[in-house]
């Protein structure tokens, strides 16, 4: 299950409180669903069988992201392009 947009809106401060050493036991179940909704799509990239609507809660999960967060650094620009094309 690919997350939802509350916890799009949280990866940002959670990836703050990582890289300054700050994570508190209340990221735990943001951190529980992350890793559950990667290995999920993991499995279905996988799958041979998988078809771009399978992976399509994935992607729209992860554009919400990109709205809710406002990423304006090189690498969201490179794959905004590159959806472009």
């Known amino acids: 299950m690919p997350l939802d ?3 799009l809106k949280q990866l940002k401060q959670l990836d703050q409180r990582a890289l300054s050493g700050q994570m508190t036991s209340e990221d735990r179940p943001l951190l529980r669903a992350l ?3 990667y290995g999920q799509l993991v499995d279905l990239l996988k799958d041979p069988d998988t078809t771009r609507d399978d992976l399509s809660p994935f992607v729209e999960s992860y554009k919400q ?5 406002d990423v304006n650094s090189e690498r969201s620009g490179a794959l905004r392009e590159d959806r472009d094309e």
Do not use: D, F, G, N
Not at 65 to 69: D, G, I, P, S
């Open 5 to 7: 947009i509350h916890q």
């Open 35 to 37: 890793i559950e909704s």
């Open 65 to 69: 992201y990109l709205e809710a967060e």
